[in-house]
């Protein structure tokens, strides 16, 4: 059986807070944004399903240089990617759609507030 690693490391300040985020994955041979491994990140957003408890385990973290309009992009990209996640694992073209509509009207807000300052 072929075994794939991911790792993650976060450093700390005093306080706990993320100052710092790089990961690596074994299997990055050909792609360029993991082959010069460890990539840094400003955030990250990790699930686990839990099929005891039927609920999912999140890790959210983000460093204090993470701008708050990048974060807000972080975001709707995340749902986004869930929306095609959706869609691929159980044909719901309707949840997706779904999902992908609130990103465009997401997109419109941050958008909004970027042009209002």
Not at 76 to 90: F, K, P, R, S, Y
């Amino acid at each position: 059986m072929k075994k794939s690693e991911i790792n993650i490391t976060v450093s700390l300040d005093a306080a706990n807070i993320p100052e710092n985020i790089t990961w690596s994955a074994t299997d990055g041979e050909g792609n360029p944004q993991i082959e010069n491994s460890p990539s840094e990140s400003k955030s990250m957003s990790l699930s686990f399903w839990d099929d005891q408890q039927k609920n999912t385990l999140r890790i959210d973290l983000w460093t204090k240089e993470m701008p708050v309009d990048e974060m807000k992009r972080f975001c709707i990209d995340a749902i986004g990617g869930l929306a095609q996640t959706t869609l691929n694992a159980t044909g719901d073209s309707y949840m997706a759609q779904e999902m992908n509509d609130l990103c465009d009207r997401l997109v419109q807000h941050v958008e909004k507030e970027l042009k209002n300052g």
